[in-house]
């Protein structure tokens, strides 16, 4: 057996909390079936049968209820043996407070507490100290206002996840703006990330070599190079006209080796190739490199 008188004011309540939680769900079953019995006996359509074995039930519970009864006695017998010590009750809803006992005033019976068992058998102070602003007025009178205006180290978990729900959507909006390629002459967003601004200027340097720059499109294509360009280079601090060479070579080359298979596919299919038939970015190929073989 533990010896009980050398135990913390912590580890007594932490072992009374959590015997009083299993005991309070048998007692809240327990008071459901009574219910239901008493339904069940009065009712518009009584059924005494079902009422006597809801009542079975119950009466079955009792043993549990009373067996964890006498468990909690010894604690409860210490509590009482040192002349009792202090307790802290936060209560569990969006505005809820901490509170010295679970029978203070500005409370109901249905109130819900969490027992803040790391609390017990602090000085009164200490408590208040750490319950800052969610401190009960009623129960701490004395409390110095300044104490009772500052966020303490007690924290309803409605808010610590309020904050957790807020601080992660500040870091995911900081990723993205982190991401995001910026216009870096007007400040507004391009590309969501470096890839997409890649994409586009991959898709449009190659529209620009299979069309040309007589179709209605290539100035559109060409600003578009442009502003990626300068905002990517910005972006990774690198020299806009070195990015713009590379990717002209990235483009040029995807070009050659799609004109030469198209080219050769073409000639295959139809056994001749007439060069003005072609796309002008073909046709501009074929006069440069010949037809492949
Ligand atoms: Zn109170």
Not at 29 to 40: C, D, I, P, S, T
Not at 96 to 111: A, D, E, F, N, Q
Not at 221 to 231: F, M
Request: proline fraction near 5%; charged fraction near 25%.
């Amino acid at each position: 057996m533990t010896d009980l008188t050398t135990m913390t004011p912590p580890a007594i309540d932490a072992i009374l909390n959590d015997l009083g939680h299993q005991r309070a769900k048998l007692v809240n079953r327990v008071e459901g079936l009574r219910r239901a019995a008493r339904q069940a006996r009065t009712g518009r359509y009584p059924d005494p049968a079902h009422a006597t074995k809801l009542e079975t039930q119950a009466t079955q519970y009792e043993p549990q209820i009373t067996a964890i009864t006498d468990q909690m006695q010894p604690y409860n017998n210490e509590f009482d043996r040192r002349g009792g010590w202090t307790r802290a009750f936060l209560v569990q809803s969006n505005s809820g407070h901490v509170h010295k006992s679970m029978s203070c005033s500005t409370c109901y019976p249905s109130t819900r507490y969490a027992w803040l068992t790391d609390y017990s058998g602090k000085d009164e102070e200490q408590i208040v100290y750490a319950a800052g602003e969610l401190g009960c007025t009623v129960c701490y009178p004395s409390a110095p206002v300044n104490v009772l205006t500052r966020v303490g180290e007690i924290r309803r978990p409605t808010d610590l996840e309020r904050e957790q729900r807020a601080a992660e959507k500040a870091t995911a909006a900081a990723e993205r703006a982190a991401a995001a390629i910026i216009d870096p002459n007007t400040g507004a967003t391009l590309y969501k990330t470096g890839r997409a601004a890649m994409n586009a200027i991959a898709i449009a340097l190659d529209n620009l070599r299979w069309y040309g720059d007589d179709h209605p499109s290539a100035d559109e294509w060409h600003r578009t190079v442009d502003t990626a360009v300068t905002a990517l280079a910005a972006k990774q601090g690198i020299d806009k006209d070195a990015a713009m060479t590379e990717f002209q070579q990235r483009a040029d080359k995807k070009f050659a080796t799609t004109a030469r298979k198209r080219l050769r596919e073409h000639h295959q299919r139809e056994g001749s190739i007439v060069v003005e038939d072609l796309v002008p970015g073909l046709q501009a190929w074929v006069r440069e490199h010949g037809i492949p073989a």
